[in-house]
T-cell receptor, first 116, second 112 residues
Framework: DAGVIQSPRHEVTEMGQEVTLRCKPI?????LFWYRQTMMRGLELLIY????????DSGMPEDRFSAKMPNASFSTLKIQPSEPRDSAVYFC??????????????FGPGTRLTVL | SQQGEEDPQALSIQEGENATMNCSYK?????LQWYRQNSGRGLVHLIL?????REKHSGRLRVTLDTSKKSSSLLITASRAADTASYFC????????????FGKGTLLTVNP
């Protein structure tokens, strides 16, 4: 398996522009997570899906952030409009539930976003 | 707020020495997991310990869990330069909360 795939790996954009980050989870996994990592705040969970349905978006910082999962093999995280404080590394992770719990999360390589 | 808090924030040792990292958390958990992150990369799962377990081994890794003290430790024995990375503990909360809450990590440097 190729693991969790994220694109792009690096994104540099100007303030006010729309940014779309993409994720392909591991085939067969039923949970998908979006995280943001910064030096100041560490690794923060933004939103997670179960069977393509958003379960908890309490970590999404503002209405400027939105996430979708139209099917089991694709998810997007969109920021519109982007601001310099959104600069961070964004990770996608997927997991397979068993026995009513989830265990290991498999992380993608991340997208490094820089908003100028 | 962060559930898991690692200690120390940074640790520098010589190759061959053992490295111990600690994690404390605040609320009840289903399990606690340790992850490694090499610079510029995603996180890699190392080991999971469930709330009813006290100790677990995987190769050169040993994890302990003390639910009464709400703490865990990760021991890496006979460290290697390739072990240089950041190490994070993550807790999965009780009930149907499937979120993992990560600490800010311990940066381990193993000098050759």
């Amino acid at each position: 398996d190729a693991g969790v795939i994220q694109s792009p790996r690096h994104e540099v954009t100007e303030m006010g522009q729309e940014v779309t980050l993409r994720c392909k989870p591991i085939s067969g996994h039923d949970y998908l997570f979006w995280y943001r990592q910064t030096m100041m705040r560490g690794l923060e969970l933004l939103i997670y899906f179960n069977n393509n349905v958003p379960i908890d978006d309490s970590g999404m910082p503002e209405d400027r952030f939105s996430a979708k999962m139209p099917n089991a093999s694709f998810s997007t995280l969109k920021i519109q409009p982007s601001e310099p404080r959104d600069s961070a590394v964004y990770f996608c992770a997927s997991s397979l539930s068993s026995g009513g719990a989830i265990d290991t999360q498999y992380f993608g390589p991340g997208t490094r976003l820089t908003v100028l | 707020s962060q559930q898991g808090e690692e200690d120390p924030q940074a640790l520098s040792i010589q190759e061959g020495e053992n490295a111990t990292m600690n994690c404390s958390y605040k609320t009840s958990i289903n399990n606690l997991q340790w992850y490694r992150q090499n610079s510029g990369r995603g996180l890699v799962h190392l080991i999971l310990i469930r709330s009813n377990e006290r100790e677990k081994h995987s190769g050169r890794l040993r994890v302990t869990l003390d639910t009464s003290k709400k703490s865990s430790s990760l021991l890496i024995t006979a460290s290697r330069a390739a072990d240089t990375a950041s190490y994070f503990c993550a807790t999965e909360g009780g009930g149907s909360n499937y979120k993992l809450t990560f600490g800010k990590g311990t940066l381990l440097t193993v000098n050759p």
